[in-house]
T-cell receptor, first 114, second 117 residues
Framework: AQTVTQSQPEMSVQEAETVTLSCTYDTSESDYYLFWYKQPPSRQMILVIRQEAYKQQNATENRFSVNFQKAAKSFSLKISDSQLGDAAMYFCAYRLQGAQKLVFGQGTRLTINP | GAVVSQHPSWVICKSGTSVKIECRSLDFQATTMFWYRQFPKQSLMLMATSNEGSKATYEQGVEKDKFLINHASLTLSTLTVTSAHPEDSSFYIC?????????????FGEGSWLTVV
């Protein structure tokens, strides 16, 4: 069974600095998708960024970028120029291509210090 | 972007009664929707996968008769908590998968707080 592990329950960063959230996953498959979701205090799950496993290029969305290391089964999220609005729970998730379910990690609570 | 709406956002019900939560995809068709439960400070726990026009697929340990799921149309799935008890109090989230050819993204509703008193 696929599993997703986020080893950092909590992280904090100074406003305007850069922070990296870690995520590793376990799968024997080669075709899958990886996601980072943000859950602010409102509890609304917001898609931050997605990565197709067949793409070697790391996905980027404005201040958010990933470091996808397929061989190492690692998928970290880098947030540049951190803003107060980035404070939230961040969940890493995996979905096998052709499957329907998302498998979530335990989450990392990110605090932004002004 | 795609929008998934959940209703109600919060509900309080008496122990022993049933309560229904709706999940609607507002601007796309969703043959598949998902229902999650989230306990405080924890991750999302998948309860069941809801398929339009067919029975839901429940995860191991989730009581089918207690958590009734109906997906009668391509834009609506409902979760009914039957004979609710205080331990059913939780945050329930739905998500919907865009069924278009290029749609591989799953969108989430705003969630529903259920309190059973």
């Amino acid at each position: 069974a696929q599993t997703v592990t986020q080893s950092q329950p909590e992280m904090s960063v100074q406003e305007a600095e850069t922070v990296t959230l870690s995520c590793t996953y376990d799968t024997s498959e080669s075709d899958y998708y990886l996601f980072w979701y943000k859950q602010p205090p409102s509890r609304q799950m917001i898609l931050v960024i997605r990565q197709e496993a067949y793409k070697q290029q790391n996905a980027t969305e404005n201040r958010f970028s990933v470091n996808f290391q397929k061989a190492a089964k690692s998928f970290s999220l880098k947030i540049s120029d951190s803003q107060l609005g980035d404070a939230a729970m961040y969940f890493c998730a995996y979905r096998l291509q052709g499957a329907q379910k998302l498998v979530f990690g335990q989450g990392t609570r990110l605090t932004i210090n002004p | 972007g795609a929008v998934v709406s959940q209703h109600p956002s919060w509900v309080i019900c008496k122990s022993g009664t049933s309560v229904k939560i709706e999940c609607r995809s507002l601007d796309f068709q969703a043959t598949t929707m998902f229902w999650y439960r989230q306990f405080p400070k924890q991750s999302l726990m998948l309860m069941a996968t809801s398929n339009e026009g067919s029975k839901a697929t429940y995860e191991q340990g989730v009581e089918k008769d207690k958590f009734l799921i109906n997906h009668a149309s391509l834009t609506l799935s409902t979760l009914t908590v039957t004979s609710a008890h205080p331990e059913d109090s939780s945050f329930y989230i739905c998500s919907a998968r865009d069924s278009s050819v290029s749609g591989n993204t799953i969108y989430f509703g705003e969630g529903s707080w259920l309190t059973v008193v």
